[in-house]
C-alpha cells in the first residue's frame, strides 16, 4: 500500500484542520488505519485509529473530543478531522495500515505515509 498524508499547516490555538490520506496498491479494506504524530526530540505517538469496515474507532486521550477520524472505502481515503487544536499537537502527523489487531503501537504498522507538518501558534 502507498500512502500520501496531506492538508498540514499552520494554525493558530483553537482552530481546525483536515488531514488526508489516499491509499493505493493494495486493497484498502484489508487493513485497519491510524494517524500518528511525532514532535521533534519525541517519540511517533498514537492519535487515532479505524477498523477497516470503520465500525470501530479509538483516540489518544489527549485529542478525545477533538479529533475525528475517518474513512471511505470507495475513496481509499483516511481522514483526521482536527478541532479545538492546541499548541501541544504541534508535530508531523503520519498515517499508517496495518493488519496487526493492536493499533496503538507503531512497531505493527507495515506501510506509513510521509507525513505532514502540523505547527499550531499561541
Known amino acids: 500500500v502507498q500512502l500520501q498524508a496531506s492538508g498540514g499547516g499552520l494554525v493558530q490555538a483553537g482552530g481546525s484542520l483536515n488531514l488526508s490520506c489516499a491509499a493505493s496498491?493494495?486493497?484498502?479494506?484489508?487493513?485497519?488505519m491510524g494517524w500518528f504524530r511525532q514532535a521533534p526530540g519525541k517519540e511517533r505517538e498514537f492519535v487515532a485509529g479505524?477498523?477497516?469496515?470503520?465500525?470501530?474507532?479509538d483516540y489518544a486521550d489527549s485529542v478525545k473530543g477533538r479529533f475525528t477520524i475517518l474513512r471511505d472505502n470507495v475513496k481509499n481515503t483516511v481522514y483526521l478531522q482536527m478541532n479545538s487544536l492546541e499548541p501541544e499537537d504541534t508535530a508531523v502527523y503520519y498515517c499508517?495500515?496495518?493488519?496487526?489487531?493492536?493499533?496503538?503501537?507503531?512497531?505493527?504498522?507495515?506501510?506509513w505515509g510521509q507525513g505532514t507538518q502540523v505547527t499550531v501558534s499561541s
Open positions: 479505524i477498523s477497516r469496515s470503520a465500525g470501530s474507532t
Open positions: 496498491g493494495r486493497t484498502f479494506t484489508l487493513y485497519d
Open positions: 499508517g495500515a496495518t493488519r496487526h489487531f493492536s493499533l496503538y503501537y507503531s512497531q505493527n504498522y507495515e506501510y
